[in-house]
């Protein structure tokens, strides 16, 4: 059978080689005479593994000495409880912004535990079309932090620039944009992300955190959520996921091989610019997001019949398209092109809009 373009929000494609390379170590790798998945996390050859992973990633996004690189269980979900108990300490209270559902689910879940956490801005009642504006001035001068959603995976948004949080450390969950572009991390208090979209198969999240902040945790939380546990321990405090961090590994590997994030960025660039050229040359599909916050991932559309758009999901997965459904909970269409969708599904997706435009006339 051959191999589709596969628009899935995550998990998502992966790119091949990196498939490639897995399978021909699946059974032995290296010298070892056993899989990766049969290794001890404590083996040389697997801290080897580990090591590079957290190097290569380090290489790949300029990450200053003064962060921590953490390889975590969970998904970015578990970092939404994991940040507040992390951090809060630090003044008592945190500022949040919700700009679709991720954020909003990481403030509800701050909440949840009882802290002084309020929303600064959202773009709810605009139904998540745009990033809210936010300036340093409606944030608390005494916050903690500031939570954002660094890129909205359902609703298709992403910040155009890093929000000026001035010294209060700003925390990102870059779970659908991560490694998509270069970024300044030193912006940044904490960068989180599920490896699902991006870097690897689901199983892995990586915490990027300054060092200062693994001071404020609370004491009565779990010590698998502490970020400084997991520091001191070289995110093996407990297994890891091994085989997940390896893939991660290939990845990264792959992506310094061919040019870095500065070609990354390029080549995303050129292939949303593919999708939203043709999105605003005609008025078949309408693009609901703000040109402004428009995501380089993430790409949402409407025919603005509920039927056709889901006879373009069926007939898009039947041309080899698959999985173009928009979220469950907003409908439409939604097409993720993260870094390992190549030029080629771009292109024939747009190809087929066009088609399905030219046969299914609206009435
Ligand atoms: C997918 C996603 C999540 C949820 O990730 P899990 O790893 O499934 O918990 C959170 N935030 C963003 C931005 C996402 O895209």
Sequence with gaps: MNR??????????????????????????????????????????????????????????????????????????????????????????????????????????????????????????????????????????????????????????????????????????????????????????????????????AGVTIVIVREDLLEYADPKMPTMLEWKIMAENGSMYNTPPTYTIYIAKLVFEHLLATGGLAAKKAYNEKKAALLYDYLDSQDYYIAPVKKESRSLMNVTFVTGDADLDKKFASEAAQAGLKNLKGHRSVGGMRASIYNAMPMEGVEKLVAFMKEFAANHPKA
């Design 4 to 201: 589709v373009f596969n628009f899935s929000a995550g998990p998502s494609m992966l790119p091949v080689p990196v498939l490639e390379k897995a399978a021909s170590e699946l059974l032995c790798y290296g010298e070892s005479g056993m899989s990766v998945m049969e290794m001890s996390h404590r083996s040389p050859d697997y801290e080897a593994i580990i090591n590079d992973a957290e190097r290569m990633l380090r290489e790949l996004m300029q990450i200053p000495d003064n962060y921590k690189v953490l390889f975590l269980q969970g998904g970015a979900s578990t970092q939404f409880a994991a940040v507040p108990m992390n951090l809060i300490a630090r003044t008592g209270k945190a500022d949040y912004v919700v700009s679709g559902q991720f954020s909003g689910k990481a403030f509800k879940e701050a909440q949840k535990m009882g802290y002084d956490v309020q929303c600064v801005a959202t773009s709810k009642e605009d139904n998540f079309d745009h990033i809210p504006a936010f300036t340093r001035d409606m944030i608390r001068k005494d916050a903690a932090y500031v939570h954002v959603c660094f890129n909205n995976t359902i609703y298709g948004t992403k910040y155009p620039e890093i929000p000026d949080t001035g010294d209060i450390p700003l925390v990102a969950d870059m779970s659908s944009c991560i490694l998509s572009e270069p970024v300044d991390v030193s912006r940044f208090g904490v960068i989180y992300a599920g490896a699902q979209k991006n870097v690897a198969p």
